[in-house]
């Protein structure tokens, strides 16, 4: 069974974003998605334009993740495969993480974050330990360590410890994000991804990257 752009190899897809067009219109995708609502307040008078950016906005968070991620991906490639490309992959890698802070800065990070670490380790702890309790010598005491009662135990220390730990240095990355995903940071960062895309697509050499790039 096939499932189309799921069944592409990771060396496929990195190939299809070795392409000036199609990084460019990804930075300006992400531009507009980035800048839309200073770009909506422009093109309210214009009853189609407005309409389309009064969608876009209301549709920025969820949809800035998807774009953002893709940002981040596509900046990975043009680093990797075109050392030249610097201030491209800057532009996307900034510009995509400034869509993804715009969901994610409306969850808690910290405890999600500590709460995941804390379920994989308990389990993983768990399968590992299970293997010995039918061992002769420390089997018993293998066998009341994975009890529901001290696994909950091992998982809420766990926690705990991930939650101090990870939780400083999460909130410092929310704090940062929350500053690229400011409406006046947001529409900067929106323009200057415009307006590196154009460059991209009309003289990708200006911006340093390499026609053919590097395999």
Do not use: H
């Amino acid at each position: 069974m096939q499932f189309g752009v799921f069944d592409l190899t990771l060396d496929e897809i990195m190939l299809f974003f070795q392409d000036p067009w199609v990084v460019g219109w990804v930075l300006i995708g992400s531009g507009i998605l980035a800048a839309a609502w200073l770009l909506e307040n422009i093109t309210d008078p214009i009853p189609l334009l407005g309409w389309i950016f009064d969608i876009i906005v209301k549709l920025g968070s969820f949809l800035g993740f998807i774009i953002g991620a893709l940002d981040i991906l596509v900046g990975y490639v043009v680093y990797t495969t075109n050392p030249g490309g610097t201030l491209v992959a800057a532009v996307l890698i900034v510009t995509g993480f400034t869509l993804v802070m715009r969901l994610l800065d409306k969850f808690p990070l910290a405890l999600l974050f500590a709460l995941a670490v804390a379920i994989f380790a308990t389990f993983t702890i768990y399968g590992f330990l299970s293997a010995y309790a039918s061992d002769p010598l420390i089997g018993g005491y293998i066998s009341q360590i994975i009890s529901l009662k001290w696994m909950a135990v091992i998982g809420v220390i766990i926690f705990c410890v991930v939650y101090v730990l990870g939780g400083l240095v999460i909130k410092l990355i929310q704090l940062i994000g929350k500053i690229f995903a400011s409406r006046p940071v947001s529409v900067l960062v929106g323009l200057a991804a415009i307006a590196v895309g154009v460059v991209v697509i009309l003289s990708p050499v200006t911006l340093g990257l390499v026609i053919p790039w590097p395999t």
